[in-house]
């Protein structure tokens, strides 16, 4: 059983950073792909970025590509999202999730691990 802890949200304005992270316990986290999805109010939970096992394969929603960066030490069994020139409308719920195997899923379906969420808000 895999336990996910998020930690770095909060509220910026528009144009700014934040760093969220995403400790993971109780299995081997080197063999779990790992995601961020993001659910904003009154709509579905939506894939954001997803990386593989080494962190050399990563993929992200058209939204977020070229801001949004995901990486993972496995040594510290801990996934980071850095997000980059922040707009309201990526104001939602950021959840972390793992699942087992090779596939980079971007499916929330397909994970079987989901972290508790925390809240980034971003003002105009």
């Known amino acids: 059983q895999v336990q996910l802890v998020e930690s770095g949200g909060g509220l910026v304005q528009a144009g700014g950073s934040l760093t969220l992270s995403c400790a993971a316990s109780g299995g081997t986290f080197s063999t779990y792909v790992m995601g961020w999805f993001r659910q904003a109010p009154g709509k579905e939970r939506d894939f954001v970025a997803i990386i593989s096992w080494g962190g050399g394969s990563t993929h992200y929603a058209d939204a977020v590509k070229g801001r949004f960066t995901i990486t993972r030490d496995n040594a510290k069994n801990t996934v980071y999202l850095q997000m980059n020139s922040l707009k309201p409308e990526d104001t939602a719920v950021y959840y972390c999730?793992?699942?087992?195997?090779?596939?980079?899923?971007?499916?929330?379906?397909?994970?079987?691990?989901w972290g508790q969420g925390t809240q980034v808000t971003v003002s105009s």
């Open positions: 999730a793992a699942r087992r195997g090779t596939y980079t899923s971007r499916s929330r379906a397909d994970y079987e691990y």
